[in-house]
Protein backbone atom coordinates (compact mmCIF):
# COMPACT_ATOMS: atom_id res chain seq x y z
CA UNK A 1 0.00 0.00 0.00
CA UNK A 2 2.63 2.34 1.01
CA UNK A 3 4.69 1.69 -2.32
CA UNK A 4 1.90 2.16 -4.35
CA UNK A 5 1.13 5.35 -2.62
CA UNK A 6 4.38 6.79 -3.53
CA UNK A 7 4.06 5.66 -7.02
CA UNK A 8 0.99 7.54 -7.33
CA UNK A 9 2.23 10.65 -5.75
CA UNK A 10 4.91 10.32 -8.82
CA UNK A 11 2.07 11.65 -11.22
CA UNK A 12 0.95 14.33 -8.64
CA UNK A 13 1.91 17.65 -10.17
CA UNK A 14 0.59 18.82 -6.87
CA UNK A 15 3.00 17.02 -5.17
CA UNK A 16 5.54 17.56 -7.25
CA UNK A 17 5.12 20.95 -6.84
CA UNK A 18 4.94 20.71 -2.86
CA UNK A 19 8.55 18.30 -2.82
CA UNK A 20 10.28 20.97 -5.80
CA UNK A 21 9.17 23.90 -3.19
CA UNK A 22 10.64 22.24 0.04
CA UNK A 23 13.90 24.05 0.60
CA UNK A 24 15.92 20.83 1.61
CA UNK A 25 14.57 18.76 -1.50
CA UNK A 26 17.23 19.63 -3.76
CA UNK A 27 19.73 18.44 -1.06
CA UNK A 28 17.88 15.60 -1.02
CA UNK A 29 17.65 15.09 -4.06
CA UNK A 30 21.20 15.56 -5.04
CA UNK A 31 22.47 11.75 -3.24
CA UNK A 32 20.57 10.33 -6.14
CA UNK A 33 20.40 12.63 -8.58
CA UNK A 34 23.90 13.55 -10.02
CA UNK A 35 22.58 17.49 -10.90
CA UNK A 36 20.65 18.85 -13.55
CA UNK A 37 23.36 19.44 -16.61
CA UNK A 38 25.89 17.76 -18.26
CA UNK A 39 28.77 19.35 -16.94
CA UNK A 40 28.00 18.54 -13.10
CA UNK A 41 26.88 14.86 -14.39
CA UNK A 42 30.93 14.22 -16.16
CA UNK A 43 31.85 15.67 -12.77
CA UNK A 44 30.15 12.64 -11.13
CA UNK A 45 31.05 10.28 -13.36
CA UNK A 46 34.65 11.12 -13.28
CA UNK A 47 34.85 10.17 -9.70
CA UNK A 48 32.99 7.35 -10.30
CA UNK A 49 35.73 5.94 -12.99
CA UNK A 50 38.26 6.02 -10.41
CA UNK A 51 37.74 2.04 -9.39
CA UNK A 52 33.67 1.42 -11.10
CA UNK A 53 31.69 2.05 -14.36
CA UNK A 54 28.82 3.98 -15.06
CA UNK A 55 25.68 4.19 -17.03
CA UNK A 56 24.38 7.82 -17.77
CA UNK A 57 20.34 8.21 -17.43
CA UNK A 58 19.26 11.77 -18.78
CA UNK A 59 16.47 11.56 -17.05
CA UNK A 60 12.72 11.88 -18.74
CA UNK A 61 9.89 10.20 -19.56
CA UNK A 62 6.69 10.12 -21.04
CA UNK A 63 7.19 12.95 -23.75
CA UNK A 64 3.83 13.54 -25.68
CA UNK A 65 5.70 16.75 -27.72
CA UNK A 66 7.63 15.82 -30.46
CA UNK A 67 10.25 18.98 -29.89
CA UNK A 68 10.90 17.51 -26.31
CA UNK A 69 12.11 14.33 -28.07
CA UNK A 70 14.17 15.61 -30.45
CA UNK A 71 15.88 17.57 -28.05
CA UNK A 72 16.01 14.52 -25.76
CA UNK A 73 17.98 12.60 -28.64
CA UNK A 74 20.00 15.66 -29.34
CA UNK A 75 21.00 15.70 -25.41
CA UNK A 76 22.44 12.21 -25.51
CA UNK A 77 23.83 12.85 -28.66
CA UNK A 78 25.91 16.02 -26.89
CA UNK A 79 26.55 13.73 -23.91
CA UNK A 80 28.24 11.35 -26.05
CA UNK A 81 30.56 13.25 -27.77
CA UNK A 82 31.61 15.14 -24.60
CA UNK A 83 32.05 11.73 -23.09
CA UNK A 84 34.00 10.94 -26.36
CA UNK A 85 36.05 14.14 -25.86
CA UNK A 86 36.69 13.57 -22.49
CA UNK A 87 38.34 10.12 -22.93
CA UNK A 88 35.52 8.11 -20.78
CA UNK A 89 33.98 6.48 -23.34
CA UNK A 90 35.47 3.31 -22.70
CA UNK A 91 33.97 3.33 -19.05
CA UNK A 92 30.74 4.93 -19.18
CA UNK A 93 27.99 4.22 -21.59
CA UNK A 94 24.16 5.60 -21.53
CA UNK A 95 20.65 4.49 -20.53
CA UNK A 96 17.58 5.37 -22.70
CA UNK A 97 14.33 5.36 -22.23
CA UNK A 98 11.79 5.25 -25.24
CA UNK A 99 9.07 6.98 -23.69
CA UNK A 100 11.82 10.22 -23.27
CA UNK A 101 12.28 9.71 -27.33
CA UNK A 102 8.53 9.80 -28.15
CA UNK A 103 7.06 6.37 -27.91
CA UNK A 104 4.43 8.25 -26.52
CA UNK A 105 3.56 10.58 -29.38
CA UNK A 106 0.60 10.59 -30.87
CA UNK A 107 1.79 9.69 -34.55
CA UNK A 108 3.93 7.40 -35.65
CA UNK A 109 5.70 6.96 -32.15
CA UNK A 110 7.74 3.97 -32.15
CA UNK A 111 9.23 4.95 -34.97
CA UNK A 112 10.05 8.30 -34.27
CA UNK A 113 11.73 6.43 -30.65
CA UNK A 114 13.17 4.03 -32.92
CA UNK A 115 15.29 6.29 -35.14
CA UNK A 116 15.70 8.33 -32.37
CA UNK A 117 17.16 5.65 -30.70
CA UNK A 118 19.28 4.84 -33.39
CA UNK A 119 21.01 7.93 -33.95
CA UNK A 120 22.18 7.87 -30.38
CA UNK A 121 23.41 4.36 -30.90
CA UNK A 122 25.04 5.99 -33.76
CA UNK A 123 26.58 8.57 -31.44
CA UNK A 124 27.97 5.91 -28.95
CA UNK A 125 29.70 4.03 -31.05
CA UNK A 126 31.85 6.84 -33.00
CA UNK A 127 33.24 7.19 -29.53
CA UNK A 128 33.50 3.29 -28.70
CA UNK A 129 30.90 2.88 -26.35
CA UNK A 130 27.16 1.23 -26.11
CA UNK A 131 23.85 1.86 -25.02
CA UNK A 132 21.39 0.18 -22.78
CA UNK A 133 17.32 0.56 -23.80
CA UNK A 134 15.77 0.70 -20.25
CA UNK A 135 12.17 -0.66 -19.43
CA UNK A 136 9.15 1.12 -18.11
CA UNK A 137 5.73 -0.48 -17.01
CA UNK A 138 4.72 -3.58 -18.39
CA UNK A 139 2.57 -2.20 -21.42
CA UNK A 140 5.62 -1.04 -23.01
CA UNK A 141 7.50 -4.83 -22.36
CA UNK A 142 6.78 -6.19 -26.02
CA UNK A 143 8.07 -2.69 -27.85
CA UNK A 144 10.83 -2.08 -26.12
CA UNK A 145 12.38 -5.54 -26.96
CA UNK A 146 11.00 -5.27 -30.46
CA UNK A 147 12.89 -2.09 -30.67
CA UNK A 148 16.23 -3.91 -28.84
CA UNK A 149 15.87 -6.57 -31.44
CA UNK A 150 16.01 -3.82 -34.65
CA UNK A 151 18.83 -1.79 -33.06
CA UNK A 152 20.70 -4.66 -32.66
CA UNK A 153 20.83 -5.81 -36.49
CA UNK A 154 23.36 -2.52 -36.49
CA UNK A 155 24.79 -2.07 -32.80
CA UNK A 156 24.30 -5.88 -31.54
CA UNK A 157 25.80 -4.14 -28.07
CA UNK A 158 22.10 -2.78 -27.25
CA UNK A 159 21.63 -3.53 -23.72
CA UNK A 160 18.56 -5.03 -22.95
CA UNK A 161 16.17 -4.25 -19.18
CA UNK A 162 14.24 -7.17 -17.74
CA UNK A 163 12.37 -7.14 -14.45
CA UNK A 164 11.89 -9.66 -12.22
CA UNK A 165 8.34 -8.72 -10.86
CA UNK A 166 6.58 -9.32 -14.36
CA UNK A 167 5.97 -13.15 -14.81
CA UNK A 168 7.10 -13.04 -18.21
CA UNK A 169 10.52 -12.38 -17.51
CA UNK A 170 12.46 -16.00 -16.80
CA UNK A 171 10.39 -17.19 -19.96
CA UNK A 172 12.51 -13.77 -21.38
CA UNK A 173 15.85 -14.28 -19.75
CA UNK A 174 15.96 -17.66 -21.86
CA UNK A 175 15.35 -15.88 -24.98
CA UNK A 176 17.99 -13.17 -24.99
CA UNK A 177 20.53 -14.95 -23.11
CA UNK A 178 22.24 -16.04 -26.36
CA UNK A 179 26.21 -14.70 -27.54
CA UNK A 180 26.77 -11.14 -27.41
CA UNK A 181 23.67 -10.11 -25.65
CA UNK A 182 24.04 -7.83 -22.77
CA UNK A 183 20.95 -8.08 -20.16
CA UNK A 184 20.11 -5.96 -17.33
CA UNK A 185 18.27 -7.72 -14.78
CA UNK A 186 16.40 -5.90 -11.90
CA UNK A 187 13.24 -6.31 -9.67
CA UNK A 188 11.04 -3.40 -11.23
CA UNK A 189 10.32 0.23 -10.11
CA UNK A 190 6.45 0.44 -11.43
CA UNK A 191 3.68 -0.30 -9.84
CA UNK A 192 1.83 -3.29 -11.91
CA UNK A 193 -0.98 -5.48 -11.82
CA UNK A 194 -1.21 -8.90 -10.19
CA UNK A 195 -2.18 -10.10 -13.62
CA UNK A 196 1.00 -9.45 -15.00
CA UNK A 197 3.14 -9.22 -11.96
CA UNK A 198 4.55 -10.49 -8.79
CA UNK A 199 3.10 -8.53 -5.71
CA UNK A 200 5.05 -9.97 -3.18
CA UNK A 201 8.48 -9.07 -2.26
CA UNK A 202 9.85 -12.73 -1.54
CA UNK A 203 7.92 -14.04 -4.63
CA UNK A 204 10.02 -10.84 -6.42
CA UNK A 205 13.27 -12.30 -5.12
CA UNK A 206 12.78 -16.02 -6.05
CA UNK A 207 11.59 -15.05 -9.71
CA UNK A 208 14.75 -12.71 -9.75
CA UNK A 209 16.76 -15.79 -8.80
CA UNK A 210 15.22 -18.04 -11.56
CA UNK A 211 15.86 -15.33 -14.17
CA UNK A 212 19.04 -14.87 -13.00
CA UNK A 213 19.94 -18.51 -13.37
CA UNK A 214 18.61 -18.75 -16.75
CA UNK A 215 20.80 -15.36 -17.87
CA UNK A 216 24.04 -17.40 -15.69
CA UNK A 217 23.43 -20.62 -18.20
CA UNK A 218 23.54 -18.49 -20.94
CA UNK A 219 25.85 -16.86 -23.18
CA UNK A 220 25.39 -13.52 -22.91
CA UNK A 221 26.54 -10.80 -20.46
CA UNK A 222 24.35 -10.63 -17.22
CA UNK A 223 24.37 -7.33 -15.81
CA UNK A 224 22.44 -8.07 -12.41
CA UNK A 225 20.74 -4.86 -10.91
CA UNK A 226 20.60 -4.97 -7.34
CA UNK A 227 21.27 -3.78 -4.08
CA UNK A 228 20.19 -6.69 -1.98
CA UNK A 229 23.13 -8.51 -0.21
CA UNK A 230 21.86 -12.13 -0.66
CA UNK A 231 21.13 -11.83 -4.65
CA UNK A 232 24.32 -10.28 -5.00
CA UNK A 233 25.89 -13.41 -3.48
CA UNK A 234 23.60 -15.73 -5.37
CA UNK A 235 25.20 -13.68 -8.45
CA UNK A 236 28.62 -13.68 -7.89
CA UNK A 237 28.12 -17.34 -6.83
CA UNK A 238 26.53 -18.25 -10.06
CA UNK A 239 28.96 -16.09 -11.53
CA UNK A 240 31.80 -18.78 -10.20
CA UNK A 241 29.72 -21.56 -11.22
CA UNK A 242 29.18 -21.24 -14.75
CA UNK A 243 32.30 -19.25 -15.35
CA UNK A 244 29.80 -16.44 -16.56
CA UNK A 245 31.04 -13.19 -16.89
CA UNK A 246 28.79 -10.68 -15.63
CA UNK A 247 28.60 -7.31 -13.84
CA UNK A 248 26.84 -5.86 -10.76
CA UNK A 249 24.80 -2.58 -10.97
CA UNK A 250 23.83 -0.32 -8.53
CA UNK A 251 21.98 3.06 -8.29
CA UNK A 252 24.21 6.23 -7.98
CA UNK A 253 23.24 6.98 -4.20
CA UNK A 254 22.09 3.34 -3.23
CA UNK A 255 24.82 1.72 -1.21
CA UNK A 256 27.73 3.44 -1.74
CA UNK A 257 30.01 1.62 0.26
CA UNK A 258 28.81 -1.67 -1.01
CA UNK A 259 29.88 -0.46 -3.81
CA UNK A 260 33.29 0.84 -3.61
CA UNK A 261 33.64 -2.67 -1.26
CA UNK A 262 32.62 -4.80 -3.78
CA UNK A 263 34.88 -2.94 -7.07
CA UNK A 264 38.13 -3.07 -4.30
CA UNK A 265 37.09 -6.95 -4.32
CA UNK A 266 37.48 -7.26 -7.54
CA UNK A 267 34.18 -7.29 -9.28
CA UNK A 268 33.08 -5.19 -12.25
CA UNK A 269 30.85 -2.92 -10.94
CA UNK A 270 28.64 -0.26 -13.08
CA UNK A 271 26.63 2.73 -11.46
CA UNK A 272 23.70 3.97 -12.76
CA UNK A 273 23.58 7.89 -12.66
CA UNK A 274 20.84 10.07 -13.41
CA UNK A 275 21.27 13.87 -14.19
CA UNK A 276 18.53 16.39 -15.63
CA UNK A 277 16.18 18.67 -14.03
CA UNK A 278 13.06 16.10 -14.57
CA UNK A 279 14.00 14.08 -11.58
CA UNK A 280 10.96 14.27 -9.86
CA UNK A 281 9.49 10.87 -10.89
CA UNK A 282 12.90 8.87 -10.87
CA UNK A 283 13.19 9.98 -7.69
CA UNK A 284 9.61 9.24 -6.04
CA UNK A 285 10.49 5.60 -7.76
CA UNK A 286 13.30 5.55 -5.96
CA UNK A 287 12.18 6.44 -2.07
CA UNK A 288 8.84 3.51 -3.08
CA UNK A 289 11.50 1.09 -3.73
CA UNK A 290 13.40 1.34 0.03
CA UNK A 291 11.52 2.41 2.67
CA UNK A 292 15.43 3.52 3.92
CA UNK A 293 15.32 5.60 1.35
CA UNK A 294 11.94 7.50 2.29
CA UNK A 295 13.71 7.62 5.71
CA UNK A 296 16.36 9.33 4.99
CA UNK A 297 14.51 11.80 2.45
CA UNK A 298 11.56 12.73 5.48
CA UNK A 299 14.48 12.81 8.07
CA UNK A 300 16.41 15.26 5.75
CA UNK A 301 13.26 17.52 5.50
CA UNK A 302 12.90 17.53 9.32
CA UNK A 303 16.28 17.59 10.53
CA UNK A 304 18.14 18.96 7.20
CA UNK A 305 20.50 16.40 8.41
Given at each position: M????LLA??R??A??????S????????????????V???L??????L???L?T???????T?D????DA??????????R???A?????AE???K?????A?L????????LD???R????????G???????????????????????????P???AVL??Y?R??E????NLAV?GS?????K??????A????R??HE???????????????A???????????L??????LG?RHG?A????M??G???Q?Q???????E??????????D???????????R???T??????L?T?G
Amino acid sequence: MFRSTLLAASRSTAVRALVESAPLSRLVVDRFVAGTGVDQALAVTREILTDRLVTIDHLGEDTTDRARADAAVETYRTLLRRLGDAGLADRAEVSVKLSALGARLPVDAEKIALDGARRICEAADAVGTTVTVDMEDHTTTDATLQAVQDLRLDFPWVGAVLQAYLRRTESDCRNLAVRGSRVRLCKGAYDEPASVAFRDRHEVDRSFVRCLMALMAGAGLPMVATHDPRLIAIARSLGQRHGTAYELQMLYGVRPQAQTRLAAEGERVRIYLPYGTDWFGYFIRRLAERPANTAFFLRSLITGG
